[in-house]
């Protein structure tokens, strides 16, 4: 079965540090990963995609993906409290006919005054 | 126009009822998927979209029925539903069928079923 494993946490952590989430997943076909945020009873919204192995920057966030180990992570720098919310990875792949994302459980973060 | 349009935003239905949901997209996305979302769990995948053929159903109960008349629009239809398929169901776009651009989501229809 292909899965994306994350902690559910709560992981807090104090206004202004970093926020670091991380994220495994078993299929070696997948070929493109995504962080997505979502706020309680809202819908998903996508905040970091990567395809290959290294780190991608943007603004405050930075999405790191190694194939070899199957492991994606985010950091979040200067964490502010409208960062507070489930962020859920997703790897994408075919899957029979078609596209999937497969989503991981979602990290709950918590960013404290 | 960069966005996915999930009508009706909340909908309470009869086990006995007929009804069904809307998604609507503008962005020349060649793919719409069906996701179901129960509290505090991750979104789960229904259907497939991919150039207006269905192209993947991951075994849904055929309660739920799509329908992708056209690229930019793609309906759930709901008949019999049980209590527990209560959950945010969550229409999206992606670019290609490949996925590779990410998905956009739309706001989701909060259904309730009594």
């Known amino acids: 079965q292909k899965e994306v494993e994350q902690n559910s946490g709560p992981l807090s952590v104090p206004e202004g540090a970093i926020a670091s989430l991380n994220c495994t997943y078993s299929d070696r076909g997948s070929q493109s990963f995504f962080w997505y945020r979502q706020y309680s009873g809202k819908s998903p919204e996508l905040i970091m995609s990567?395809?290959?192995?290294g780190d991608k920057e943007d603004g405050r966030f930075t999405a790191q993906l190694n194939k070899a180990s199957q492991y994606v992570s985010l950091l979040i720098r200067d964490s502010q409290p409208s960062d507070s919310a489930t962020y859920l990875c997703?790897?994408?792949?075919?899957?029979?006919?078609?596209?999937?994302?497969?989503f991981g459980t979602g990290t709950q973060l918590k960013v404290e005054l | 126009d960069t966005e996915v349009t999930q009508t009706p935003k909340h909908l309470v239905m009869g086990m006995t009822n007929k009804k069904s949901l809307k998604c609507e997209q503008h962005?020349?996305?060649?793919?719409m998927y069906w996701y179901k979302q129960k509290a505090k769990k991750p979104p789960e995948l229904m259907f497939v979209?991919?150039?207006?053929?269905?192209?993947i159903n991951e075994s849904v109960p055929s309660r739920f029925s799509p329908e992708c008349p056209n690229s930019s629009l793609l309906n759930l239809h709901l008949h019999a539903l049980q209590p527990e398929d209560s959950a945010l169901y969550l229409c999206?776009?992606?670019?290609?069928?490949?996925?590779?651009?990410?998905?956009?989501f739309g706001s989701g229809t909060r259904l309730t079923v009594v």
């Open positions: 997703a790897g994408g792949g075919l899957s029979g006919g078609g596209n999937k994302l497969t």
């Open positions: 962005m020349g996305h060649r793919a």
């Open positions: 979209y991919s150039y207006e053929k269905l192209s």
């Open positions: 999206a776009s992606s670019q290609d069928g490949t996925g590779h651009y990410g998905y956009t």
């Open positions: 990567i395809y290959s192995n």
